[in-house]
């Protein structure tokens, strides 16, 4: 678990199963997302149960919880690669800035990566600009890399690489 001033970063949980399907059944938040939005609950809770599976091997895909409630989560969900979901009441107010700073550092501390990535949607401006403030940069575009409900969407790659090891940390 990692606090920040707003924000618990945790493990999953199966009793987060109801936010989380608010979330990804939302379809304003899934706009960018490479799936269509959940249809049903039985979706989110495959998802949900990999999370707890994974958790148990590799602490570094965190849910975030704020006020007691689950609204988001935020990570290394697969291989080297992080990404990002809110609910939407909670959207432009820093919370996945907030969260992925206080997260990168644990995923260098705990894995061998050197280097993080993301795929994010050329459109999604909020998450291309936390990226880049994040200090990831861009590496390449490619078009239709998902195809949601029929229609193909593209995909903008960001690339973190490993921070040197800081010489006054001994």
């Known amino acids: 678990m990692i606090k920040t001033k ?37 979706v989110t809770q495959k998802i949900l149960d990999g999370r707890i599976a994974h958790w148990a091997e590799a602490p570094v895909n965190f849910q ?5 409630d689950y609204i988001g989560n935020a990570g290394n969900y697969a291989r080297n690669e992080v990404g990002f979901m809110l609910r939407r009441p909670f959207w432009r107010q820093g ?5 992925m700073t206080a997260i990168l550092p644990h ?15 050329p459109d999604n401006a909020a998450s291309c600009g936390l990226l880049r403030a994040l200090g990831f940069r861009e590496t390449h ?8 409900d029929g229609v193909w969407v593209h995909s903008v790659y960001f ?3 490993r921070p040197p090891p800081d ?4």
Not at 32 to 42: E, I, K, L, V
Request: glycine residues 2%.
């Open 6 to 42: 707003r924000l618990i970063l945790r493990e999953p949980r199966a009793s987060d199963i109801d936010a989380m399907f608010a979330a990804y059944s939302d379809p304003e938040a899934m706009r960018y997302w490479s799936t269509p939005p959940h249809a049903t609950a039985d």
């Open 64 to 68: 975030i919880e704020m006020g007691g």
């Open 95 to 99: 919370i996945v800035s907030e969260a």
């Open 107 to 121: 995923i260098w501390a705990v894995t061998d990566h050197d280097h993080l990535f993301a795929d994010a949607d």
């Open 141 to 148: 575009r490619a078009r239709n890399t998902f195809c949601i």
């Open 159 to 161: 690339r973190l690489d």
């Open 167 to 170: 010489p006054d940390a001994a």
